[in-house]
């Protein structure tokens, strides 16, 4: 179920690039042929902030943001993992200040009935709902590595850290994990 909202997240991220290839796409066809599309640019940044943040979730589930732990990596096991959770959890209580104020945007919006400026005007509600989903999602990520953090268990974006991404790891990432630790084992 995690997996399939991380992958579902992503899968929305590229969608929405995809999105804004067509419409830059129709819009150089169009000047070729002498008309226009309306709002494409309005349309375009709407598509690239939809993607940004529905990217976020899977992003963080695959360990591609960047982590700066010069400072953690220098010390003991044992002082790491308390210090992770606490970076977790501010990153947690963060997100959920976040999350609730891009709900909120949503929500304000679509009760002050504000429409786009641009060429077609649009509720201004529907281009900002993917903000405040992929917040959301981006939390629940969190949320779900803090958990894992404090089971003992090393967080799913750890576990690739210094490692090789593969496709076979992206495809079926528990077994291409369990192959790596039992290689890594024979290797010493």
């Not at 589930?61 to 044992?78: D, F, K, M, Y």
Request: with cysteine; hydrophobic share 50%.
């Amino acid at each position: 179920m995690k997996r399939a909202l991380y992958l579902l997240s992503g899968g929305l991220s590229g969608f929405f690039i995809v999105l804004i290839m067509l419409i830059i796409l129709a819009q150089i066809i169009g000047r070729m042929m002498g008309f226009i599309v309306p709002s494409a640019e309005d349309f375009s940044g709407y598509a690239l902030a939809a993607s940004t943040f529905f990217g976020l979730a899977y992003t963080f589930r695959e360990g591609g943001h960047i982590r700066v732990n010069l400072a953690i990596q220098r010390l003991p096991e044992t002082l790491q993992r308390p210090l992770e959770t606490l970076v977790l959890t501010l990153a947690f209580l963060l997100l959920c200040f976040c999350s609730y104020y891009c709900t909120y945007m949503v929500w304000e919006s679509y009760d002050f009935e504000e429409v786009t400026h641009g060429y077609i005007p649009i509720p201004l509600w529907i281009p900002q709902v993917p903000l405040a989903v992929g917040m959301i999602a981006f939390n629940l990520a969190v949320l779900d590595s803090l958990i894992d953090n404090i089971r003992g268990i090393t967080p799913y974006y750890k576990q690739l850290e210094g490692e090789d991404v593969s496709l076979e790891l992206i495809e079926n990432p528990d077994e291409a994990i369990a192959t790596q630790a039992s290689s890594k084992e024979r290797a010493k």
